[in-house]
């Protein structure tokens, strides 16, 4: 069964997701920790441990692997005109990242908004690639900085703490109450950089660690 989730923040537009972190190989360095953004992650927090928003991302971990997963993705988006994936989590197996593509390819009416870190393992280019050349399509590569670093890439997004990145869109939910308030900068393949400013108690901490490292 085809479980989403519908946040206030994302002005109650569906999503997909999986727990963070343990669906998220590219949350972590060579060494094995995590990079700085993923240290401060919203959804490893608050909300994201009550049981009722764990269920349906642990069941999503198994669910998509139906064969008639696709289907119905298909069906469950039929009146959507906008669709986030990955709220938390990401698309941590190759097969997973294909029948996404396959659910974007059959619902052209809606925007998808993908955020990921799979750019980083080689084995995911050609998918992604595909996905980026659906006109109903934006997978924005997540930068693993704190510090509004950017990466290559046709669309992506950072975290900065001082001064907003040269060019990026800033967004304005913190001032919004959280909300995206009818703002759909994410889905819009002509903002190439959406940045975000650091915010929470975790991702305050992490910001003060690396301040006095330097
Ligand atoms: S940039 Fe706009 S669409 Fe993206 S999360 Fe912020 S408010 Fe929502």
Redesign the pocket.
């Given at each position: 069964m085809i479980k989403l989730s519908k946040t206030s923040?994302?002005d109650g537009i569906l999503s997909w997701s999986l727990q963070a972190l343990e669906t998220c190989p590219a949350s972590k360095n060579k060494d094995g920790s995590l990079v700085d953004a993923c240290k401060g992650c919203y959804a490893t927090t608050g909300n994201y441990n009550f049981p009722n928003v764990k269920a349906p991302r642990i069941h999503n971990r198994e669910d998509w692997k139906r064969d008639d997963w696709i289907s119905d993705m298909v069906k469950a988006l039929d009146s959507s005109r906008y669709f986030r994936w990955f709220d938390s989590g990401d698309m941590y197996d190759l097969s997973l990242a294909n029948k996404i593509l396959a659910v974007m390819q059959l619902t052209p009416w809606v925007k998808h908004?993908m955020p990921t870190r799979m750019h980083k393992f080689i084995k995911f280019q050609h998918t992604i690639d595909a996905m980026q050349e659906l006109p109903n399509v934006v997978v924005r590569f997540s930068s693993d900085s704190v510090d509004g670093k950017t990466i290559p890439g046709l669309t992506t997004s950072t975290i900065f703490s001082d001064s907003l990145p040269t060019g990026a869109?800033?967004?304005?939910?913190y001032q919004?109450d959280g909300?995206?308030?009818g703002?759909?900068?994410?889905?819009d393949k002509s903002v190439s950089v959406?940045a975000?400013k650091a915010h929470g108690v975790k991702m305050g901490k992490v910001i003060k660690i690396l301040a006095v490292k330097g």
């Amino acid at each position: 069964m085809i479980k989403l989730s519908k946040t206030s923040k994302l002005d109650g537009i569906l999503s997909w997701s999986l727990q963070a972190l343990e669906t998220c190989p590219a949350s972590k360095n060579k060494d094995g920790s995590l990079v700085d953004a993923c240290k401060g992650c919203y959804a490893t927090t608050g909300n994201y441990n009550f049981p009722n928003v764990k269920a349906p991302r642990i069941h999503n971990r198994e669910d998509w692997k139906r064969d008639d997963w696709i289907s119905d993705m298909v069906k469950a988006l039929d009146s959507s005109r906008y669709f986030r994936w990955f709220d938390s989590g990401d698309m941590y197996d190759l097969s997973l990242a294909n029948k996404i593509l396959a659910v974007m390819q059959l619902t052209p009416w809606v925007k998808h908004w993908m955020p990921t870190r799979m750019h980083k393992f080689i084995k995911f280019q050609h998918t992604i690639d595909a996905m980026q050349e659906l006109p109903n399509v934006v997978v924005r590569f997540s930068s693993d900085s704190v510090d509004g670093k950017t990466i290559p890439g046709l669309t992506t997004s950072t975290i900065f703490s001082d001064s907003l990145p040269t060019g990026a869109v800033e967004c304005k939910a913190y001032q919004h109450d959280g909300k995206c308030n009818g703002c759909r900068a994410c889905y819009d393949k002509s903002v190439s950089v959406i940045a975000y400013k650091a915010h929470g108690v975790k991702m305050g901490k992490v910001i003060k660690i690396l301040a006095v490292k330097g």
